[in-house]
């Protein structure tokens, strides 16, 4: 089990790379004290619990990861969950921090069974209308928000937001766009009057908020800890396969679920929002740094500053924090993906949009429930057409056997060849379409030597096939499954369903067997 949370080999660590982190990890830390602020408001916890979430899943999870270079920290779909939580579900903190450390521990479970590589399927579907709806819902919030606050800092939140757009690249290496349009914020905040403030954010560290759960609410809390974990993960992973792009190596997946899943755990116990991997990792890599030591190096001077940061931060306007939120928002929205609509098999253009219409207007975590089924339902209606297309159902004429029929066109065994996999997807309509087959014959052989794939529901609909057959008075013959096809069939009483001396190995052991049932 361990085994698969060992990296493949690194190239070494040199000096020219500590500098390259190290020059890197101090303007990562500028850019990233605004945003991880800015997001932990967002997340109702308040703007230490982002700062610390940062700190806490930054250095374990670049500890413990998987990936060469990667920055895990507060994540703005998370901050929203987290608030769904809060707002939408009324968990109150001590109940949201078992809900964190429940979902660090399914992580860690993930990874250390193994299935950390299966995680990240989740349809592209699904992840471009979730987190397009989270964009839109974190741009529709600040815009609600700047309106109940007034036109001062409506107006400090678009002149922010503008400098954000514009803000140059190369400038960007030495002064971070959030910092520069905080301190930017801070001086108009000085000239208009009616700007709403941060205020006193405390100050040292975090407060354990952990109690013993009630039985009661332990049942409550699986259901958002799957999400939690779910979202964490998947959003993890997908930042490692960018990571790899630029780096050059392979992260490994279980041990990157083990490392972020270890960093939830210890927000949790300590109390602060949950955190995966976060577009820093792109930011860290344009300041010039190399490996997750950046990120070590920028959480320790972030930890360093929360300690004494709370009197310096409490007049910043939280217009600026806003216009933060609004570009990670604009910034989530897939345009590309919505562009490519028109173009899509309506299908899946319409889950897209549903998923992100229901995370907008009815509930995240609801969402990402009603994505999965709704793109399983879509992948299903593809699959049925291509399983139902690999049965052959073929008529043996008697000539072929070497008799001598009455009806030189007579066939009074039928052979069902079944190709690939066969799922939940075409059992049902599997029945219906070979069913008429089946009765049109006296005998009838079952060809399983090119399946590769038959699941619970299909090998159930595969009994039921075989007891319509023998309602018929039809024969069964079956040759070619493998070890595995079989196993699944002796688990649903398929194989019960058929006798010993009917089951064989090869075609030509099935022809004659069928033959002499006729004779």
Not at 299 to 324: C, D, E, Q
Not at 461 to 478: E, H, P, S, Y
Request: proline residues 4%.
């Amino acid at each position: 089990m361990l085994s698969g949370l060992r990296n493949e080999k690194r190239p070494p660590y040199t000096r020219e790379t500590f500098w390259a982190d190290l020059r890197a990890s101090v303007t990562l830390a500028a850019s990233n004290v605004p945003t991880t602020m800015a997001l932990g408001v967002i997340s109702g916890m308040g703007a230490l619990a982002g700062l610390w979430c940062g700190v806490i899943v930054g250095i374990v999870a670049a500890l413990f990861g998987g990936t060469r270079a990667i920055v895990s920290g507060a994540s703005a779909v998370l901050a929203v969950i987290t608030a769904t939580l809060i707002t939408g579900n009324e968990f109150t903190l001590a109940e949201l921090a078992i809900i964190i450390v429940m979902a660090g521990a399914i992580q860690i479970a993930l990874g250390l069974a193994g299935v950390g590589r299966f995680v990240s399927y989740m349809p592209h579907i699904v992840l471009a209308g979730f987190m397009s709806g989270i964009g839109v819902l974190l741009l529709w919030t600040q815009v609600e928000k700047l309106i109940d606050l007034g036109m001062s800092n409506i107006a400090i939140a678009g002149i922010c937001l503008v400098l954000l757009l514009v803000w140059p690249a190369r400038a960007g290496k030495f002064l971070p766009a959030a910092l520069a349009v905080i301190a930017i914020g801070w001086l108009l905040a000085q000239f208009l009057p009616g700007v709403e403030r941060l205020g006193p954010v405390p100050t040292g560290l975090p407060v354990p908020v952990l109690e013993m759960p009630s039985l009661a609410f332990l049942p409550k809390a699986v259901g958002p800890a799957v999400l939690v974990a779910l979202i964490s993960s998947i959003y993890t992973l997908m930042w490692a396969l960018i990571a790899d792009s630029f780096t050059g190596s392979q992260h490994n997946p279980n041990r990157e679920l083990f490392g972020v899943g270890l960093g939830n755990l210890a927000a949790g116990i300590l109390g602060v929002m949950p955190g995966g991997a976060t577009i820093a990792t792109m930011t860290s890599r344009r300041f010039g740094g190399k490996t997750v030591v950046a990120s070590i190096i920028c959480m320790v001077i972030v930890a360093a500053l929360i300690l004494g940061l709370g009197r310096y931060v409490a007049p910043l306007p939280l217009a600026a924090l806003s216009a933060i939120v609004m570009l990670v928002g604009w910034k989530m929205i897939d345009f590309s993906f919505l562009r490519k609509v028109p173009r899509m098999d309506s299908r899946h253009s319409t889950v897209m949009l549903l998923i992100m219409g229901v995370t907008i207007f009815v509930d995240p975590l609801f969402a990402i429930v009603f994505g999965v089924i709704a793109a399983n339902i879509v992948s299903a209606t593809q699959l049925e057409s291509l399983e139902l297309d690999s049965v052959i159902s073929t008529p043996l004429l008697d000539s072929t056997f070497g008799g001598e029929p009455s009806d030189e066109y007579e066939a009074r065994v039928g052979l069902l060849a079944f190709r690939g996999s066969f799922t939940v997807s075409s059992s049902r309509k599997l029945i219906r379409q070979i069913g008429d087959d089946i009765r049109d014959h006296e005998v009838v052989i079952f060809d399983l030597s090119n399946a590769t794939h038959i699941d619970d529901s299909a090998a159930n609909l595969l009994a039921l096939l075989i007891d319509r057959a023998k309602q018929t008075g039809t024969g069964i013959v079956m040759f070619g499954a493998s070890d595995r096809i079989r196993q699944t069939l002796f688990a649903f009483d398929v194989l019960d369903r058929i006798s010993d001396d009917r089951i064989v190995e090869t075609q030509e052991e099935a022809r004659n067997l069928a033959w002499s049932l006729l004779k």
